[in-house]
T-cell receptor
């Protein structure tokens, strides 16, 4: 079955330090991978996606993610965290399964807390 | 970028009443919209896929008579929670895919917090 795992419920990091939010996936075939961010009582905002090509993907607000096929991972990273990055982050995967490309399967989410 | 508007942002209703949530694509035509539900501290769960001009496709375990979806135009999909009960209290989010954007990127509404008393 297709699935997305975000092993950490919460990640704490000091402002200015690098951050990593982990994501692993399990799908058949080639996945489309996404990161979304959610602020309190708000909808999701798109950060970045991997479809094909360069394994390192750069997205909004200075975030980037690296697709690692052998480890089936797509970890989200940022070189220097800001307090304003504190939010809930979701990893998601889409692909040729469960009826078509249009469905996204989301991970459980990881809450990022950046401390001043 | 594409914008998806969702209304209302918050609604409180009495048990047994029905609540309608609207999802609009403001600057693009969305033949397909998606409705998700999110419980506190949990991930988004796809409830149904809304197709313009045809019946919605519901995920397993989602009651179609409970959650009525209408996609009457290329820019509007509605979700009606019928005879709401406290267990229906949740955060509902719609999304749409902009066909002009390659790569299955979805645009999300800001969500509706439903509280059933």
């Amino acid at each position: 079955a297709q699935s997305v795992a975000q092993p950490e419920d919460q990640v704490n990091v000091a402002e200015g330090n690098p951050l990593t939010v982990k994501c692993t996936y399990s799908v058949s075939g080639n996945p489309y991978l996404f990161w979304y961010v959610q602020y309190p009582n708000r909808g999701l905002q798109f950060l970045l996606k991997y479809i094909t090509g360069d394994n390192l993907v750069k997205g909004s607000y200075g975030f980037e993610a690296e697709f690692n096929k052998s480890q089936t991972s797509f970890h989200l990273k940022k070189p220097s965290a800001l307090v304003s990055d504190s939010a809930l982050y979701f990893c998601a995967v889409s692909g040729l399964f469960s009826g078509g490309y249009n469905k996204l399967i989301f991970g459980a989410g990881t809450r990022l807390a950046v401390h001043p | 970028g594409a914008v998806v508007s969702q209304h209302p942002s918050r609604v409180i209703c009495k048990s047994g009443t029905s609540v309608k949530i609207e999802c609009r694509s403001l600057d693009f035509q969305a033949t397909t919209m998606f409705w998700y539900r999110q419980f506190p501290k949990q991930s988004l769960m796809l409830m149904a896929t809304s197709n313009e001009g045809s019946k919605a496709t519901y995920e397993q375990g989602v009651e179609k008579d409970k959650f009525l979806i209408n996609h009457a135009s290329l820019t509007l999909s509605t979700l009606t929670v019928t005879s709401a009960h406290p267990e229906d209290s949740s955060f509902y989010i719609c999304s749409a895919r902009d066909p002009r954007v390659f790569g299955e990127k979805l645009f999300f509404g800001s969500g509706t917090q439903l509280s059933v008393l």
